[in-house]
C-alpha cells in the first residue's frame, strides 16, 4: 500500500508509514474532498498535535495479541472537531512471530470480534466495526534497534467510533 522505493529500502520507518496514514485520512484528504472554501470539510479533521503515549492502550473493542510482542511507542490524537468520532491511537510493536503469522492473527481475531474487514492484503488488514470504530493494522519487518529476535512487526492505528 505504502511500498515507495524509500520504504523497501528500509529509510522510511514503520512509525513513518503509521503517520502516513493518519495524514491521509486527516485534514489534506478532508479538504480535498470540500466542495468549496465557504463550506466545511465532509470529513471531520484532527487538528490538535497528538500526544505520546507512555504504555500501550488496551482497546476493548480490539483484541490482545495473543503472539510474543513488545510495545515499542505510539501516539493518541484528540476526537475529531466535530466530536462525532473517538480519539486515534497510534501504536507499534515488534513481535517474534513471522509477519504471516502476525497478519493472519490480526485478520482472524478481528473478524471474531465481529469487525468487518473493508482490506485486506499480504501487510495490511482494515476493517470497521458496528460502532463506527475503524482499524488498521500495518505489518512489516521488525523496527531496527530492538530485540535481535524479532521477526516482525506491526502498527495498529485505531479510532474510535463514539467520543
Known amino acids: 500500500m505504502f511500498k515507495s522505493s524509500l520504504a523497501k529500502e528500509g529509510l522510511l520507518s514503520k512509525l513513518a508509514l503509521a503517520l502516513a496514514l493518519v495524514i491521509a485520512s486527516g485534514p489534506l484528504a478532508a479538504f480535498a474532498q470540500s466542495p468549496s472554501q465557504n463550506q466545511p470539510p465532509v ?4 487538528t490538535a498535535a497528538p500526544d505520546k503515549l507512555k504504555e500501550k492502550v488496551s482497546v ?9 510482542s513488545k510495545y515499542l511507542h505510539g501516539l493518541i490524537y484528540p476526537s475529531s472537531t466535530d466530536n462525532k468520532k473517538g480519539p486515534t491511537y497510534v501504536m ?4 517474534k512471530e513471522s509477519e504471516n503469522q502476525v497478519r493472519d492473527w490480526w485478520l482472524n481475531s ?3 470480534y465481529r469487525w468487518n474487514i473493508t482490506y485486506s ?3 495490511v488488514v482494515q476493517g470497521t466495526n458496528k460502532d463506527g470504530s475503524s482499524c ?3 505489518i512489516g519487518g ?3 534497534g530492538q530485540a535481535k529476535d524479532d521477526k516482525s512487526s506491526y502498527v495498529i492505528r485505531y479510532q ?3 467520543p
Do not use: M
Open 60 to 68: 476493548p473493542e480490539l483484541p490482545e495479541y495473543t503472539g510474543k
Open 43 to 46: 470529513n471531520p479533521t484532527i
Open 121 to 123: 492484503s499480504a501487510d
Open 160 to 162: 474510535a467510533g463514539k
Open 110 to 112: 478481528l473478524r471474531q
Open 142 to 144: 521488525p523496527v531496527i
Open 136 to 138: 488498521i493494522v500495518q
Open 92 to 95: 507499534v510493536f515488534n513481535t
